[in-house]
């Protein structure tokens, strides 16, 4: 039977596709102690395959741009390709970096997808009003596309861009000067680098820097996926259980990222360590000491995402000590000391399933964290939050102390959330005001819309078929799967709905309640005050004039937890963004003056004064627009702003338990994420971001200040080797 013919009958698909590749990257596959681990086969979801590989998610396009050829694309349903398990690992043949890029994305996708309990999507394109509007189907993969160190994703061009160049080791016997590195070999820089996409396709305002911990935030979570995806290969972990007698904060493999690169720009062992450092001094290798100040005085995204890696993985190893406690107790006679030399293979066995078990836990821990967290303007005490919440909602009895290990964690490295009162699991949950108990009878009339949404949605593996569903139960209109005319020439009936845009305009926006919702959700719904505080008013055709806001996503979570637990939940994402205009006052701190639309900046802006009475202890008066020299308007475009002006964002996350109460008539806001557009300590921290003589990012040196370049590339300056 050919191949054709297989993939037509169903019991035949096969539920995986092998690909041989690396599990690090191809310098370990020339050194004898580490060539058998390296050398491994991944196990990718099956699924039909164009030459590229093109598949459902992402299309591997390999051009070369300095040597202006294309690469022969690889075919992976070839059946000689399948018969020995993918091409042979090969650091000279193109087809096989092809293969390499597609096994490792498709590995981080699908742990994205088991996490969430969802299908993934990919950032929207921009249309010329700089509105996300267009579906991204597939993420572009170009495996040669820079012959210079550095490998970036980009938001714009929704694609990942490897490069190649020459090495210069500070050491000729770790690697031969002047051999050509690959990127899209390392298995942690294509994990890194498509997290980048993944993170943003679920919060696209994160790659703005607003707060210190902006890009620092996409740079750690990016290595925490990259790093504990290490812990899914099951020979290596063995391996390195047994090199290190079981101590995984010791030197290892699992810890480091991307050694070769590393080496070939000159770095002893890889690019990054989350365990830590070699002293080059002492020549000796140290373990990182938690240091609290380090959160308070790094600035670099890297060096302070590495910080929060380095917390992730603290956690990980007091939680695997104490899962394997009782196996060393026993294997020691109760002394819980380990005599030296090789450890039995049957203890190394079982101490990697703890340590394999504890790092997946972990792993999905922190993904599925990124659906409590703010839709905008996040630092690392809003994700330990997430965290915890996270894992209180689908683990009721922590038994294990997961949450406990990932506060004491945060703790010792200094992170604090803000506004809580202590450090307790309590208090660190997400919560909802106290006063939304006056909306209960109002979100209980959008039950029938939720579940109505889950509905349709639970059965749907096609992805743009998702996404166009979810926009339309966004937006409104027609909702019917059939269109045309039946056998017997009868229309099909229209199913049209109200979108969840329009629904909550008229429940919650134009009537009394308007001021205490925009409380709840850190939104300005109040329409007295809307034009004077530089919310634009909504121009759509079932909102027109109400105050303009964004139903920024509205997504079903369906999830299982590992007692059999299950979570079903609505979150819905709102933003809205407004014109904030600031400047240094005489002792050279930020002072917010006033607001501008920010859809049109020209027509001008409110000054605001302090006074006496008014809704809120401010008079506005209405001031010209007038060019400056240091900027310029274009319509439609953020890129360009006065000195002191720029676009300032607020919005919530809201997650509604469908599983609330027996009664299908009933739903509860559980949860309320909030980044309240009101908050003037957020103005002037911003302001002091954009508009400080000091630029926390290297993007700066090259793009100018980012209040200029809201729209340039955020990753590809951040990951170049200068």
Known sequence: MSITNCEKDDFLRPRFRKLRAYAFDPSLSLQLETNVINNIVYKV????????????????????PSSACFYRPVDLDNAFVLAQEGLEPSESNPQFHQQMVYAVAMTTIKNFELALGRKITWSQYRNARGEFSQYVQRLRIYPHALREANAY??????????????????????????????????????????????????????????????????????????????????????????KTGGDLRAQNLLGELAQEFGKAIGHYG??????????????????????????????????????????????????????????????????????????????????????????????????????????????????LRALITSDYDLVSDDNLDYRIAIIEAFQKRGIFPDNVKNMSVESLLCKVEDDSEQFESRFAKLIDFFRRFKEKISY??????????????????????????????????????????QRLNIKFLGNEDAVAFGK???????????????????KGRNTMNMPMLEVHNLKLASR???????????????????GVVARRDKWGNAEIIGFFKPEAPTEGWYERTPAQGGNDGFTYTWQPYTPRDTGSLDEGNEKVLPEGWFIFRGGSTLIFDLDYSSDENEVKLQYVIKKDINDEERMRRQFDMLFNQQDFSLNATYFGAPHGNLEAEPFAIIHKVL
Not at 206 to 218: G, K, N, P
Not at 346 to 361: C, F, I, Q, W
Not at 465 to 473: M, R
């Open 45 to 64: 979801a099956w699924e039909d395959l164009s030459p590229g590989p093109v598949g459902e998610y992402i299309e591997v396009v390999d051009y070369d």
């Open 153 to 242: 994703y980009s938001p714009q061009k929704k694609a990942l861009l490897f490069g190649y160049f020459n090495s210069t080791p500070e050491n000729p016997g770790l690697q031969m000067p002047g051999c050509t590195v690959y990127t899209c070999l390392s298995h942690d820089i294509i994990a890194h680098e498509i997290t980048h996409a993944l993170l943003d396709g679920m919060h696209r305002r994160y790659v703005e820097a607003t707060h210190i911990d902006s890009l620092a935030f996409h740079e750690a979570f990016a290595d925490i996926v990259a790093l504990f995806q290490h812990f899914t290969f099951p020979e290596v972990l063995k391996d390195q259980i047994a």
């Open 270 to 383: 890889s690019l990054r360590n989350a365990i830590g450092r070699f002293d080059p001094e002492k020549n000796i290798w140290q373990p990182h000491v938690p240091n609290p100040q380090d959160y308070l005085t790094e600035k670099e995204p890297h060096a302070r995402g590495a910080i929060l890696v380095a917390t992730i993985f603290d956690a990980f190893i007091s939680l695997y000590k104490r899962r394997i406690a009782d196996l060393v107790r026993i294997a020691t006679g109760g002394t819980g000391i380990l005599p030296p030399g090789s450890l039995h293979p049957d203890l190394v066995n079982r101490m990697a399933n703890e340590a394999s078990k504890t790092a997946g836990h972990i792993l999905k821990i922190c993904i599925r964290a990124l659906d409590y967290c703010p839709p905008l303007d996040i630092n690392f005490g809003d994700y």
């Open 460 to 501: 749907i593996s096609n992805r743009r078929e998702i996404y166009e569903l979810t926009k339309i139960f966004i937006t409104g209109g027609d909702i019917s799967k059939e269109s045309g005319s039946n056998a017997a020439g009868v229309p099909h009936r229209k199913e049209s709905i109200q979108g969840l845009h």
């Open 520 to 538: 709840l959700t850190g939104l300005i719904l109040d329409d007295s005050m809307v034009d004077v505080l530089g919310i634009g008013r909504s």
């Open 560 to 578: 299982s937890g590992p007692r059999g637990d299950t979570v079903n939940q609505i979150i819905v994402t709102l933003t809205q963004k407004r």
